[in-house]
């Protein structure tokens, strides 16, 4: 009778533990739920903190521009070293808003810069001024860059043609804010812009440089292009 009592006891023990044991798991489980729940509660209402000019330069431009604004791709400005009066007007510039269209005429760009306050513009502008330039390394026919370089510190007289270094400048560096450093930009991007100004596609500097422009040829236009790009600030 007592081996049976005994052997009674046991089994009960045996099955109350396990139930014990599951308690205790499902109270820390959700004990521990709890508070992990809390932090992510937490982060998910903080606000985000603005991302930096170097951060928007290393994710938003940086395909185009490299992260540092020296672009290597030709067809793509280089903004290291430019004027920050500059670059901030035409970012603006690309910028479209409720009621009016943007300046200048580009949709990657305009699609680039439409998160982007002009706050966002002014820093950005500020980071890319402040980068060491790497100016263009491609090389150009001799004939061609002596030519752009009379069009250059000379101008036209003939067409009216004035000195290009009238505005930007003997060695290219510019005059801030309106007139844009161009010693060492890449020549395919500089005579693109050039044929922009002509057809009057680019019109964001009340129509001066139409007005120079339409009175140059296509190799004038490549010469000082590829001069241009040989300069170095």
């Known amino acids: 009778m007592n081996i049976i009592k005994v052997i009674t006891v046991i089994v009960v023990l045996t099955m109350v533990t396990p139930l014990s044991a599951e308690n205790t798991n ?11 729940a809390t932090p992510n509660a937490a982060s998910s209402e903080a606000t985000a903190a603005p991302a930096t000019a170097q951060e928007i330069a290393s994710g938003v431009c940086a395909g185009c521009h490299n ?25 603006l510039d690309f910028k479209a808003t409720e009621n009016e269209p943007a300046k200048r005429n580009s ?18 502008s ?24 009379i069009l250059y510190h000379g101008g036209n007289i003939e067409n009216g043609v004035p000195a290009c270094a009238s505005c930007h400048g003997p060695k290219g560096t510019g005059i801030p804010p309106r007139y ?54």
């Open 67 to 91: 992260a540092d604004g020296n672009s290597i791709i030709p067809a793509n400005p280089i903004l290291a070293g430019q004027h920050t009066e500059y670059l901030s007007k035409q970012l």
């Open 26 to 36: 499902t109270a820390d489980s959700n004990s521990n739920s709890e508070n992990t």
């Open 180 to 233: 844009p450093a161009l010693a060492g930009q890449h020549a395919e991007y500089t005579h693109a812009q050039l044929s922009l100004f002509n057809t009057g596609d680019r019109a964001n500097d009340g129509d001066v440089m139409q007005k120079v422009i339409t009175r140059m040829s296509g190799s004038e236009k490549r010469a000082v292009s590829a001069y241009i790009a040989s300069m170095r600030p």
């Open 126 to 149: 500020e980071y890319y001024a402040k980068q060491k330039m790497v100016p263009s390394q491609v090389e150009a026919d001799a004939k061609l860059l002596e030519t752009g370089k």
């Open 107 to 124: 949709p990657v760009m305009s699609a680039m810069v439409a998160a982007l306050s002009q706050e966002d513009m002014k820093k950005l």
